[in-house]
């Protein structure tokens, strides 16, 4: 019977060397509002895990939920008008 651990150092070693590409960069850049956006609505649901929503907690949640399909939006007519070539 074959081990494959030999393999499997030797895959490991050369995936832990890899940059992301300035591509990646970039993309993950033009990302960063709407990721920015999801991570402040996670943190006004977390606050609220642990006890009975007041009407701030609601308007807190709502304002970030907003922000966040907004920066969505920009996001994804962003992508439609590169692939539809910019013509608007």
Same mark, same amino acid.
């Given at each position: ?7 499997q &150092?030797?895959?490991t %070693?050369? /995936?832990?060397?890899?940059? +992301?590409?300035a ?9 960063m +509002? $709407?990721? #920015?956006?999801?991570?402040?609505l996670?943190? &006004?649901?977390i606050?609220?895990?642990?006890? +009975?929503? /007041?009407?701030?907690?609601? #308007? #807190?949640?709502?304002r $970030? #939920?907003?922000?966040?399909m %907004? %920066? ?6 962003? &992508? /439609?008008?590169?692939?539809s070539?910019?013509?608007?």
């Amino acid at each position: 019977m074959k081990t494959i651990a030999a393999l499997q &150092a030797i895959v490991t %070693a050369e /995936s832990l060397d890899i940059e +992301p590409t300035a591509a990646e960069l970039d993309a993950i850049e033009l990302e960063m +509002p $709407a990721i #920015r956006a999801g991570v402040e609505l996670l943190d &006004a649901q977390i606050m609220t895990l642990d006890r +009975p929503l /007041s009407e701030l907690d609601i #308007r #807190r949640i709502r304002r $970030a #939920r907003n922000r966040a399909m %907004a %920066a969505r939006r920009v996001l994804t007519n962003r &992508a /439609s008008t590169v692939q539809s070539g910019g013509a608007a």
